[in-house]
């Protein structure tokens, strides 16, 4: 029984490195597990030839070439390459500037090169939704916290540059939660 006790306490661990399973927040709802399409790379930045089965999109059809991880414009194409190179995707609506200046902390910061950040015309104001390959969670503003867990579940520790590798990174990247 003891020996039980301590192993089950073992697991339990609240060091600060351990940022655990995404969860919902008082801002973001539970994580959503969208079907898993697949599909080609696209020539340019052309529209797939199917809808893809989330907006903002969590696999599918993707972009050819390299597409820069970081802060810009990236259209649903260029997100699921990013997604596919290892790394999370922060989309949101109008945000007000502090959200803002935020979100480009933490994609230039502390999560250089394994978030983009970009705006998506589908997400009304103050929307962020936080998407990795096959998963996303839908957020009411920024919530540094689940961006945070997010990140650490879903991105790998060092994405590729979507169209630099020959080799897609996706083992381990979008696993159930």
């Not at 290892?86 to 200046?101: F, K, P, Q, W, Y």
């Not at 935020?102 to 250089?112: I, S």
């Amino acid at each position: 029984m003891a020996i039980a006790l301590v192993a089950l306490l073992a697991g339990c661990s609240t060091g600060e490195g351990d940022v655990g399973t995404p969860t919902a927040t008082a801002r973001c709802a539970e994580p959503e597990l969208p079907p898993i399409q697949f599909g080609s790379h696209l020539l340019g930045d052309t529209e797939p030839p199917v809808p893809y089965s989330s907006s903002p999109p969590t696999s599918g059809w993707h972009s050819s070439g390299a597409i820069p991880i970081g802060v810009g414009e990236l259209s649903g194409p260029q997100q699921v390459s990013v997604l596919e190179s290892g790394a999370v995707v922060i989309t949101h609506g109008r945000l007000a500037a502090t959200e803002s200046t935020d979100l480009a902390a933490l994609a230039n910061g502390r999560f250089d090169g394994r978030i983009a950040v970009t705006p998506y015309e589908r997400l009304t104001d103050g929307e962020v939704v936080l998407a990795g390959w096959g998963v996303l969670q839908r957020c009411d503003g920024v919530d540094v916290g689940a961006v945070e867990t997010f990140v650490a579940a879903y991105a790998a520790e060092a994405p590729t540059v979507p169209g630099l590798d020959d080799v897609p990174r996706t083992e381990g990247v979008g696993d159930a939660p």
